[in-house]
């Protein structure tokens, strides 16, 4: 089976885990252990950094409620970005 991976805006995850029942999705680029800072977004996600400043990893809290009423979830990454169903769906169905 290949492995996921979820791209969003130039950031590729290559860890991917979905909680169905909270509804958060955790995305990570290589080993979690590499997260050193965190920080929120305004839409309330969380972003992980490495010792460098770059992100290594993101929380997205309730994308299967956000994609199902508004058919995008949006995140500031520090810049806005809109996700679409299509980049996520086949994560949320992973579970």
């Known amino acids: 089976m290949e492995a996921m991976t979820v791209t969003i805006d130039n950031l590729t995850f290559d860890r991917v885990d979905y909680d169905a029942v ?9 080993d ?13 996600h969380a972003l992980r950094f490495n010792a460098a400043g770059e992100i290594v990893g993101i929380t997205l809290v309730s994308p299967r409620h956000f994609l199902d009423r508004d058919g995008k979830l949006e995140i500031t990454l520090p810049h806005h970005v809109n996700v679409d169903a299509g980049t996520l769906d086949q994560a949320l169905v992973a579970a």
Do not use: C, N, Q, R
């Open 32 to 44: 979690p252990s590499t997260a050193v800072d965190f920080d929120s977004t305004p839409e309330g």
């Open 22 to 30: 909270a509804d958060v999705l955790y995305l990570h680029k290589g």
